[in-house]
């Protein structure tokens, strides 16, 4: 087929095509440069207007009318004066000409120093992103690093705080150890110090590292705006959960995007284990779960520390007991497991004959349990069982009884744990400074980000059950009677405090958290089962809408009853 020849003013006005671009873009040049003085006054007016709408949508409705006042006053005086009008128009294009002259110009493009730090990374990626057979390879010594790196930011320090990387589709990025060697790479040449994140998108072969703000450390323990049943573990990045919360933050109050573990007999995640290193910030989130628990629950406590941080709990309204010996854990969690028992079978007997469950058993039940693997070697030795062995029934039917399992652990003793806390734990938190082996071995996936070498205390990262690990950092919760404590945070833990609980008679419970009962009254039940040797193994007496009797052993588990939920 014979080609048709192309219309005359395609084929011999291409050059006169171009001439009258060049034209109309010096003209176009002139003119700016010949009204460059009215634009920039035109800028100046638009930028006095929008100040002064500013001013005026600030102005109190009861300041407007003397200040349209005091406007109609000046201009009848400018007026009245001679050459009032003239000096006035004088003077307001001089401001808008001050007002609207143009600003220091954008850097566009990065200056020496910054060109040399994108060059030297493109350098050191190249051995990780390039194989000798690729003919045309993206990353090449003395290549084009312009062509690699899409985007880039760099603050006030000149250092970088964004980038983008287009990668060959052959670089391995499903593999864990090739992405490692990467982020390593990019957090040692851009800047240590700063927490990174790294947002891998393998179906585009890009790569985006970015800085992240520090989370803020002033928001203290207060009442959160939750539902029943969830409880706020701590404040994580704006962009990783959909929802926000009021809170006061020194003498501002604000929206912040909070970690929310939701608990109860819907919840997927019913227990959590917080793992961290002396000083990290674990006491605190246990203490912060306490508090906000004691809103609607009922809280039994054993710590294996010893060192009284939860003291400031005993014998409030709703604290069960708050145990810090062996005599007084084993007898507390083997209560805790008898009830557990009982409101399932209390349930189970309800479904069957048609009723209601009884209200007695979905009031919420906390345990928690600092380091209590500092109870197994006291147990071994003295011939008793481990306490965690108590821990069976309420981690494996907590969740259909409202009951909830919270157990703070150190790295160090984190072997020491059984089986069926590490099982039933499925919500994790790591708090303080730890390995990215030892990140992935707690929350079961490493982090998207690379954590700084000073971290404060309370700041950690977060997994419930399976979702994203997200940055946290724990509400300041500390312990109101320790001097060190400042007086903003003392006065708001001790506001969260229940009232303390005096008993009527005088006299005080076992570990079990009810009173003595005359056992003729409930053929059932036999008295509660106390230690003599365990003085200071005892709660208040708590008034409850129920009283709950503990049982001397616990009652055969029923067949209709599941086992999870």
């Known amino acids: 087929m014979a080609r048709r020849p192309l ?136 290549g084009e690093w312009d062509k690699a790196f899409d985007e880039y930011e760099f603050d006030a320090d000149g250092r970088l705080t964004r980038l983008r990387v287009s990668y060959p589709p052959y670089f391995p990025d499903g593999e864990d150890s090739s992405r490692v060697r990467i982020e390593h790479l990019l957090y040692a040449k851009s800047g240590r110090g700063r927490e990174y994140l790294f947002d891998w998108n393998e179906e585009g072969n890009v790569l985006v590292m970015s800085v992240l703000p520090p989370l803020p450390t002033a928001i203290a323990a207060q009442r959160f705006v939750t539902a029943p049943g969830e409880t706020v573990l701590g404040f994580t990045d704006a962009d990783a959960v959909r929802r926000t919360v009021p809170v006061v933050e020194g003498d501002e109050t604000r929206d912040a995007p909070p970690v929310v573990w939701r608990t109860g007999a819907r919840s997927t995640e019913p227990h959590l284990l917080a793992v961290g290193r002396p000083g990290s910030g674990t006491t605190s989130l246990l203490r912060s779960i306490a508090l906000q628990a004691l809103a609607h629950g009922d809280v039994v406590i054993v710590e294996g520390n010893g060192t009284g941080e939860y003291a400031s709990l005993s014998g409030r309204t709703g604290v069960l007991a708050v145990e810090c010996g062996l005599s007084g854990a084993l007898s507390g969690l083997e209560w805790a497991a008898n009830e557990t028992e009982r409101r399932l079978i209390a349930a189970n007997r309800a479904r069957q004959s048609g009723h209601a469950v009884p209200e007695d058993t979905k009031r919420p039940l906390w345990l928690l349990l600092d380091r209590p693997s500092a109870f197994a070697h006291l147990a071994a030795a003295d011939g008793r069982p481990d306490p965690q062995e108590l821990l069976q029934v309420p981690l494996r039917h907590g969740r259909a009884a409202n009951v909830t ?74 312990d109101p009677y320790d001097d060190a404590t400042s007086d903003a945070h003392r006065r708001a833990v001790l506001d969260l405090l229940p009232e303390r609980h005096t008993p009527l008679d005088g006299t005080t419970a076992t570990a079990a958290g009810a009173p003595e009962s005359d056992p003729e009254s409930d053929p059932e039940s036999g008295p509660p089962a106390e230690d003599e040797t365990q003085a200071h193994a005892h709660v208040q007496v708590q008034p409850q809408p129920q009283p709950q009797q503990p049982r001397q052993s616990p009652a055969p588990m029923p067949a209709a009853v599941p086992a999870e939920g």
């Open 405 to 478: 399992v919270v157990v703070a652990e150190q790295f160090d003793t984190l072997d020491a744990l059984s089986e069926t806390v590490r099982t039933h734990t499925r919500a994790r938190v790591v708090l303080g400074a730890a390995t990215r082996e030892e990140l992935a071995a707690v929350l079961g996936a490493p982090p998207h980000t690379t954590p700084t070498p000073e971290i404060p205390t309370g700041r950690g990262y977060a997994r419930l059950g399976t979702g994203p690990v997200l940055r946290l950092q724990v509400p300041a919760t500390p």
């Open 7 to 142: 219309p005359r003013i395609l084929s011999s006005g291409s050059a006169h095509i171009a001439r009258s671009r060049e034209m109309a873009r010096s003209a176009a040049d002139s003119a700016t440069d010949v009204l460059h003085p009215l634009i920039t006054i035109t800028r100046g007016l638009r930028l006095l207007a929008g100040t002064g709408r500013q001013k005026w949508a600030a102005t109190p409705k009861d300041r407007r009318g003397p200040a349209l006042f005091l406007v109609a006053a000046c201009v009848l005086v400018v007026a009245l004066v001679p050459n009032g009008p003239l000096l006035a128009l004088i003077s307001v294009m001089a401001v808008a000409g001050w007002k609207g002259r143009d600003r220091t110009p954008v850097r566009t493009g990065p200056d020496d120093a910054e060109l040399q730090r994108l060059r030297s990374l493109y350098e050191a990626l190249v051995p990780y992103f390039s194989v000798p057979e690729d003919p045309s390879p993206l990353f090449a010594h003395g």
